[in-house]
């Protein structure tokens, strides 16, 4: 009689704490009734209203210390870069970091749920070896699925005391067994949870860092380039006066200034970048990672020809499409498609010219990078992309942000539940696998 009494308890005191709330709110809604207030009440309400105003004085001198640092770059390029770059790396790294916990989180839940569904399925066995405690101990035995821990503690006391009939003990350590299991496996979840909040916490400020930086890098540049607003303009005008990708590129480098500006830079860079890949060649020096360290270099470290397998993929994600592959509307796919996360920060995969930075037909939000030596790098499906026409980015420095779904029409087609990045190369216009040029490993990516 007495679980069924305990288990009575329990409703009543919930059934009591949902009354309490409800006439809580009808005194929300009603006049204030200072009387009603008691003085833990106004106690509990001083201290929230404490720690926001200590939450809200940390923020406001955070961000005056992020103002300070960015003010202290003036306009040194070099250093502007290598905090964008590092910064960026250091988004990534973190959301890596979340994506593994979240998925360790749900095989750990999962482990959970199929132990409490076994402890659950043999609750006659478990309630006849609680039984017998109780008879032992004189007192009820505690309720196993909310408290677990109280249960284990029970039948370890009552088998060492022996309190526990011969043919159940058998039967005790078993169950034990299961509820020790029960009892670490949520200690695990609750510290992949604080680890998870603390890794959330770190990649938001590492965000409103790394926005603040961006927003510097963006005023720099407007400041150098006077006529920006009507460039833009005029591109996504141009933009629409052309069907295909190859267009839209011709179109840019020949009409725009600031996109023919970058492809003739382009052209220079990409002779002096052949000739110097001759030369280590020659030398058999080859290129790695330290090749991109240089932060103030102002065109590409190496030939992009050269940079096969040493570029990083510029989002985190799955590749759930490959090149040559089906596009999901009857045709070919002519670059690579990456499921990412919501918000996901977007990199330069690549050193090179922004020809084209803006929407375009049924790839969304579009980047047209102009590499070097006939080399174009496409990247669509973002939500907002930060820099400008005429641009030139180092390869790992952040550009873009994915939004919460998906922007390209292809992908929208097949119901994708994440947002998806395209990414295709072409040389001399003519699409090519970019399989070849990713980094074999992560410890192998270039972040800059």
């Known amino acids: ?16 704490a949902s009354l309490a709330q409800a006439q809580t709110q009808g005194q929300t809604a009603a006049p204030p009734q200072t009387a009603a207030i008691s003085p833990d009440a106004i106690k509990q309400r001083e201290q929230e209203l404490e720690a926001a105003r200590a939450s809200k004085k940390s923020a406001e001198e955070a961000q005056a ?15 502007l870069n290598q905090q964008l770059i590092d910064t960026a790396a250091n988004v990534r790294t973190v959301e890596t970091k979340i994506d593994e916990a979240e998925a360790r989180l749900r095989a750990l839940n999962g482990r959970e749920q199929a132990m409490r569904t076994s402890l659950d399925s043999r609750r006659a066995d478990i309630v006849e ?28 006391t009552a088998m060492l005391l022996g309190a526990v009939v011969p043919e159940l003990r058998g039967r005790a350590e078993k169950i034990a067994g299961e509820l020790g299991e029960l009892v670490a496996l949520r200690k695990n979840i609750a510290a992949e949870r604080d680890q998870l909040a603390a890794d959330r916490d770190k990649v938001r400020n590492d965000q409103t860092r790394l926005t603040a930086l961006v927003d510097e890098r963006q005023r720099q540049q407007s400041s150098r380039e006077k006529d920006l607003d009507a460039e833009n303009s005029r591109a996504i005008a141009l933009s629409r006066q ?48 330290n090749t991109f360290k240089d932060r103030s270099r102002t065109t590409p470290a190496i030939a992009f020809a050269s940079a096969k397998g040493l570029l990083p993929l ?9 090149f040559g592959g ?38 969304g939000q579009l980047l047209i990078l ?10 669509a499906g973002m939500e907002r992309i930060s820099v400008n026409i005429g641009q030139f980015v180092l390869t790992g420095e952040p550009v873009a942000t994915m939004g919460s779904t998906s ?38 990516k270039v972040r800059g």
Not at 257 to 275: D, F, R
Not at 314 to 322: L, S
Not at 328 to 336: E, L, N, P, T
């Open 129 to 156: 070896v609680l039984a017998a405690l109780q008879r032992a101990g004189r007192r009820t035995p505690p309720a196993l699925l909310v408290r677990p821990e109280d249960a284990l503690q029970s039948l370890r």
């Open 242 to 289: 052309v069907g295909d990708l190859q267009g839209l590129i011709a179109k840019m480098e020949q009409d725009l200034q600031s996109a023919a500006k970058a492809a003739e830079k382009a052209a220079e860079a990409a002779k002096q970048a052949e000739a110097k890949a001759a030369a280590n060649a020659a030398a058999n020096v080859k290129p790695g990672p």
């Open 1 to 16: 009689m007495r679980a069924p009494v305990l288990n009575l308890l329990l409703i009543a005191s919930v059934a009591g």
């Open 326 to 363: 089906s596009d999901g509307v009857g045709g070919v796919q002519k670059g690579i498609s990456l499921a990412s996360k919501p918000g996901a920060q977007v990199t330069t995969p690549c050193d090179g010219w922004v020809v084209y930075s803006g929407p375009f037909r049924s790839y």
């Open 370 to 379: 102009n590499a070097g030596g006939g080399y174009h790098v496409l990247i």
């Open 65 to 79: 210390k992020l103002k300070a640092e960015i003010s202290s770059l003036g306009q040194d390029r070099t250093q």
């Open 314 to 322: 510029p989002v985190n994600g799955n590749k759930i499409r490959d």
């Open 407 to 444: 922007q390209v029409a292809s992908i929208l087609a097949t119901n994708a539940s994440q947002p998806v990045l395209y990414v295709e190369f072409r040389k001399d216009g003519t699409p090519i696998d970019p399989g070849p040029w990713w980094a074999a490993n992560e410890g192998e």
